[in-house]
């Protein structure tokens, strides 16, 4: 049995970085700290899929085998930004504020052959984010038939028709089975365009207050939990179901016609029904969530008691603490966990936990 | 701005282009410490032997990321063959399972249940390839390596002759062999490769056959009596017989059917009744099974034999046959015996007490509770009467359905068992086939007598049937013989015959939700899609225009 190929011409990945920075301080108050970064990687070693004719190995991550290659080059570039500024500065009362955050955009500047490759729900192609989807692009619901409605695959569409899963309406022809008659396209990337932090640090007397903030801004994540949620794929087995699924269509609105000019809601939920729960609910940009996100990563006030109270009952110091990290989670969707991974996928996990914590520290 | 130019620091950082040189050429060679390169697997008699015995383990191992029930042929066998065809009824998961039983994920690319037999079947001719293109060159005697190459010959013919049958047109619609067939990989190349025309796979694989007969007379040597996982002449021929037969090359596929059956008698109906989980005297090649081998819960088994975990701990059942065909054939006929039948209990099928009338319980109600104790008693007498001896109970779960067989039992928990892929009575029936299509109707009886009377199977048996009947007679017969064994589908798609499925309420015993007709020219023309998980890939696909007919 073949597990894996041997790989007669890999050769090493090489790097190339440029960055350009300016870091000062300004009215004895603010520090700036600008970095422009251009980074490329050549030779990048990737394994490239072989089609399935050129037989497989179907114990590890995917169902084709592939082949290591020095596949291309990718550059990252963005610019990196942080200030920090001493908003207030007396005795007995200081605050900072600070604040950093990145932009960066990444490309694939050359793949061999300028052939795209695709892999799962995203597709590397010369002059796209690495982390771009490709994949089946949901119009909306159908609103006389409660059937989802996908862009049809003009190659396929004579297919489609005589396969009657096609609908025509106006001008356009859609079809209701991606998998088998959709097209896929283009369909934004994972990768934010901003992310960053912001922290502020709020000190008074013995009294101590920092809070951090993390945010990223842009991208999206491809929800396959919510999908399954959404799915009633199984008559003879029952699974969870999400709330949102009391919103299904449920009948033609008042009112509609075949040629209303809102029949299509893009917006809309299928019909609910086991049969057609695979293709209402199959795999598209229907399931692309924003990946945004703000956390309100850490609250703590510590408290140190003042030395001189402290002296007279034998000790240095005593500190008290009290925290709490991930105090909040803001994000598109209520349990979506976009710190997940870089790529944009997701899983069934738990999201960050929110912890407490409290201190005391003494010091003899 | 004094605080500006005192403190203004600019840091000009030039990262310079660093070349990594290798820290030598070699640097980079490493050999596999999990495996063996592929220039050792063949490098001796012994080892192309073990890398043989590979290609027939890959027909019966846990096939990983497909997930349990994809244990090699027994997936094509469950989800290709029985679930889509006519005579064969699963219906405790029919609604769910609808799609497949229905046939409506032919053109769905990028579904599993699209891509694992070209994924499985290419892993068969793909690891062939390795042997046949390397075993010349081995250390070891002429006469093994004669027999090894024969062998793996036999198997890539074995795999694209699968092929065909799923993903191209049926032979009465393929233009006489022009429309689109799969990928001819004869090597070990990866990349870019169109798909040839049907008429040039079929050319490949009487190619192939006629090479490994040559080799296998020529070797002498044959395989263990006990190793019916090996290919050999016999094995060879049979395969031959197939592929003609599909290509509906009637006198080429007589012709070998017959060379194949030498020296694989028809089994007695002792062994008949055996359970179809050890090799008989007419297997002339199957797959092994054994504890120390289990495949647990992936086998066919476990859940499509009589006394698998399946049967002995749920009321699905473990598969019907068709209530009208079985009622077709003769009550004297032994095999008739092997299943629940409603001459055979004495029940009536269409009385809703006696056989409930949307899963097909005996005696039960959907809700399992006794609706007729006397027609349940009657399925529990029968099923303890004609237990298998030396096997644990059949449906020791109580619950018995109106066509239940007790053709397949395993020896093992959860199911293990050896699995028959290729068997002399098949042989007999292609011969039988093929006399009546070379409208030669006295020979094609008299092999449906051989195959009936003369086994012991019917003794009073005769035939004197012409014309349509005569047709329908030798596909009744291939329906009961080869039920469950996998080959329903793929005969009804060569006939172009659809598939007429009845629920209890229109006579018949499929569950409502695939009590339908399949046209022969509906659902895709009865054509598995190639999948994307070869097209995405090879790029030769996209060349060839994707509606080829």
Known sequence: MKQSLSAEDIKWETCQNIDFGIEGRLFNRLNFNFVLFDKRNKDLLFA????????????????????????????????????????????????????????????????????????????????????????????????????????????????????????????????TMPGSYGKRDWAGTAHPWFFGSFNSVLQFKGFALNALFTYSLGGKLYDSAYQTLMSTNSASSASANH??????????????????????????????????????????????????????????????????????????????????????????RKGVNPQYNFSGGSDNTYVTARVFNFGLQFQF | MKNISKVLLSGLLLGSAMLMTSCGEDYLETKPTESISDVSAIATVDNAYKALNGVAKTMTIQHGNYSQGFCGENAIMRLYENYPSQDYNYNQYASGWAPIHNQTFHTN???????????????????????????????????????IKGSALTFRAYGYEKLLHYYCQRWKDSNNGSSQGVPLRLDESTGDLAPSTMAEVYAQIYKDLDEAIKLFDESEVDRAASDCWTPNLNCAHAVYARAALYKEDYQTALNHAKLAEDGYPLMSN??????????????????????????????????????????????????????????????????????????????????????DQTYGYIGLTAGLSYSDVEAYMKAYNYVQEHAAPGLSEPYSSGVYHLGAHLKFYVFDTPGVGYLPYIRTSEMLLIEAECYYFLNQPANAQEALVRLNAGSGRNPGYTCDKTGQDLFNEIADYRALELWGEGFQWSDLKRWKLPVIRHSFAQGGNAHAAVAITIMPNEVNNWVWEVPLKETDYNGAYKRVHPQLL
């Open chain 1, 243 to 332: 709330v949102d699924l009391a919103k299904s269509w449920n009948g033609v609105p008042a009112g509609m016609t075949e040629n209303s000019p809102n029949r299509i809601d893009p917006k809309g939920l299928p019909q609910l029904d086991f049969e057609y729960s695979t293709y209402n609910n199959a795999t598209s940009d229907r399931w692309l969530t924003s990946a945004s996100y703000f956390v309100v990563k850490n609250i703590s006030l510590s408290y140190s008691v003042p030395k001189l109270l402290m002296n007279k009952i034998g000790m240095q110091g005593l500190t008290l603490t009290a925290g709490v990290e991930n105090l909040a989670t803001f994000t598109s």
């Open chain 2, 109 to 147: 690319k990028s579904s599993i249940y699209n891509h694992y037999a070209w994924y499985y079947y290419y892993q068969i001719i793909t690891q062939a390839n390795v042997i046949i293109n390397r075993i010349d060159n081995a250390e070891g005697s002429e006469a093994d390596k004669k027999f």
């Open chain 1, 48 to 175: 490239v899929p072989l089609p399935l004719s050129a037989g497989s190995f179907v114990w590890g991550d995917d169902y084709n085998m592939s082949i290591y290659k020095n596949i291309g080059t990718i550059s990252n570039r963005g610019i990196e930004i942080s200030l920090s500024a001493d908003v207030i500065r007396n005795r007995d009362l200081n605050w900072t504020l600070s604040t950093e955050g990145t932009f960066m955009k990444s490309k694939i500047k050359k793949l061999p052959d300028g052939k795209d490759i695709l892999h799962g729900q995203q597709n590397y192609s010369e002059g796209h984010d690495p982390y771009e989807f490709y994949t089946y692009h949901f119009v909306g619901v159908d609103q006389m038939t409660g059937r989802s409605l996908y862009t049809l695959d003009p190659e396929m569409a004579e297919r489609a028709e005589a396969a009657g899963e096609t609908v025509t309406i106006g001008d356009e022809t859609y079809t």
């Open chain 2, 270 to 355: 002792d062994a008949y009744a055996a359970g179809f989980c050890r090799p008989t005297s007419e297997w002339i090649l199957g797959s092994y099974g054994s504890a120390d081998e289990n495949n647990w819960y992936w086998s066919y088994g476990t859940q499509y034999s009589c006394n698998g975990y399946y049967a002995s701990n749920s009321q699905n059942g473990a598969g019907t046959i068709g209530r009208e065909l079985i009622n077709r054939i003769p009550d004297e006929d032994f095999r008739k015996s092997l299943f629940l039948t409603e001459s055979g209990l004495g029940i009536d099928g269409s009385d809703p007490a006696q056989v």
